[in-house]
């Protein structure tokens, strides 16, 4: 089986910020196997600059449209999914605001779950790693849209 070696000036796997002598082992499809010593890895390591990390997933949503949960088809494509959120975006602004309050606590719950279970990586480790850095910014303080009301409220 061929396998690919790739070690960075970090690597992050999900839950650890490694330093620069750490290797990521795959297969060739890209399949992780292990992250092991970079004495344990032997030859053939592929060294990149910066950050190696797991593949981000676009997690963004759009609470405006939180009425519209389980109501429109899934899988059928992005024209589909457009073509629905024309025709039944018009609800009245009560309903849309009260969808989107229950979307925004679900999401908080959800953030306190996974905050609790200690499944985010530890975030004094990630200030370290960016402190000093010039390159790109790092927001430490609270969005200005942080929630203001209900269950996420930072007193």
Known sequence: MSY???????????????????????????????????????EDIEQYSGLLTPGFINCHCHLE??????????????????LSVVRQRNEPEEFIQAAMREAEAAW?????????TGAFPDLAQWKTFHSGRTDHAVEAEPASNAVTEGPGRRD
């Open 4 to 42: 690919r070696k790739l070690k960075a000036d970090y690597l992050f796997d999900g839950f650890t910020l490694h330093g620069s002598g750490t290797v990521l082992i795959c297969k060739a499809d890209g399949t992780i196997e292990d992250v092991v010593a970079e004495k344990e890895a032997g």
């Open 65 to 82: 449209l939180s009425h519209l949960k389980d109501r429109i088809p899934k899988h059928h494509g992005l024209v589909d999914f457009a």
């Open 108 to 116: 908080v719950r959800a953030l306190l779950a996974e905050l609790t």
